[in-house]
């Protein structure tokens, strides 16, 4: 009768240390899977991260442009959704060569400062023109 409750014990001993080990595998597979997980994560939100601030800059050097080429802060302000002390601030941080090669890939030619703009591509009412048709300048493009 001792070596059966010895026996018994024994396997129940040895039953339990399997659901241990197998407890202990499951959460080293969940663990590497989480960590996976995690990695796939970061990685899929710096993309995006990347792609937001993309986005921001082009949108950014646009709203720029309209306001150049309108030469009305207030106006491109109200066109583009923006805050007329944001267009201004942009105009102050946006490179400049890039906002000339932009409004050049648009077909137009912005007069020099102290110049007044040209009335075939500028009015109070908004752009004329080639210019006008030009696509993107609202749209982000």
């Given amino acids: 009768m001792a070596s059966r409750t010895g ?6 001993l040895r039953a339990r240390q399997e659901v241990e080990r197998r407890a202990v ?15 796939r994560r970061h990685e899929l939100l710096a993309k995006v ?18 306001a150049a080429i309108l030469r009305d802060d207030g106006l491109a302000a109200e ?23 932009r409004i050049a890939q648009l077909g137009s030619v912005m007069p020099r400062r102290g110049r007044p ?10 752009v004329l023109g080639d210019v006008g048709s030009a ?7």
Avoid at 7 to 12: F, I, L, Q, T
Avoid at 49 to 66: K, M, N, P, Y
Avoid at 117 to 126: D, F, K, L, R, Y
């Fill in 25 to 39: 595998r499951a959460v080293e597979q969940s663990a590497s899977a989480l960590a996976d997980a995690a990695e």
């Fill in 79 to 101: 066109l583009a959704g923006v805050d007329v002390s944001r267009v201004r601030a942009l105009r102050r941080t946006v490179d400049g060569k890039a906002v000339r090669e």
């Fill in 117 to 126: 703009p040209a009335p075939e591509v500028v009015s109070h009412g908004g």
């Fill in 49 to 66: 991260d990347g792609e937001v601030r993309d986005a921001t800059a082009a949108h950014e050097l646009s709203v720029v442009v309209l």
């Fill in 135 to 141: 696509p993107g300048l609202v749209d982000g493009g």
């Fill in 7 to 12: 026996n018994d014990a024994v396997r129940a």
